[in-house]
């Protein structure tokens, strides 16, 4: 395990990349397939156990905001992290074990590299701004950053909320701790 923290070249108030991947529901999507106020894009896996760590966190705010989509894309390699398979992510889903608005597949990696994306997690928060999805926020979820760390504060919650109300997102952007996302060769 490679631990990074993300640093992505998206800066706030630029547009969200497009991309169409295939979700473990048999869908192909793209970020404007999500009818919502505000959209999560985080970058995940299942094999990395700060990723693993903030299921619940991401579990659970899907499940609190009707007008937030959460979107896990996993863009491991999984030829070499077996774990990563698409199978797999079919199988956390399926279990509960994840339960965001969609989880999707990133195989050829393009849509990690197009957003900047360095480590599991690397969450992308975009807010609606004239039809187009901008980035509001980039960081970590909380201030827990290590696997075994409980969180006493959701930073993306409180940004999601502030989108929400039609306010500016007043938090620093705190780079995602986590392991390195698997890059084929």
Not at 117 to 125: E, G, K
Not at 126 to 152: K, M
Not at 175 to 180: F, H, M, T, V
């Amino acid at each position: 395990m490679v631990l990074k923290e993300s640093d992505s070249e998206l800066d706030r108030g630029d547009r969200a990349p497009a991309f169409d991947l295939p979700g473990v529901d048999g869908e192909t999507y793209s970020p404007d397939d999500f009818d919502a106020e505000a959209l999560l894009v985080v970058f995940t896996c299942n094999h990395c156990p700060y990723a693993q760590a903030k299921f619940s966190v991401l579990n659970e705010l899907a499940a609190d905001y009707d007008d937030l989509a959460v979107v896990g894309i996993n863009p491991n390699d999984a030829e070499a992290y077996p774990d990563d398979s698409f199978e797999r992510m079919r199988e956390l889903v399926a279990d509960g074990t994840v339960a965001y608005d969609a989880y999707l597949r990133d195989e050829k990696q393009s849509v990690a590299a197009a957003y900047g994306a360095v480590c599991t997690p690397d969450p992308f928060l975009f807010g609606r701004e004239d039809g187009e999805w901008v980035l509001r926020y980039h960081g970590r979820l909380d201030d827990a950053p290590n696997p075994d760390d409980e969180p006493s504060e959701i930073y993306v919650r409180q940004a999601v909320e502030s989108i929400l109300a039609g306010e500016p997102v007043d938090l620093p952007d705190r780079p995602s701790r986590g392991c390195s996302i698997k890059w084929k060769d």
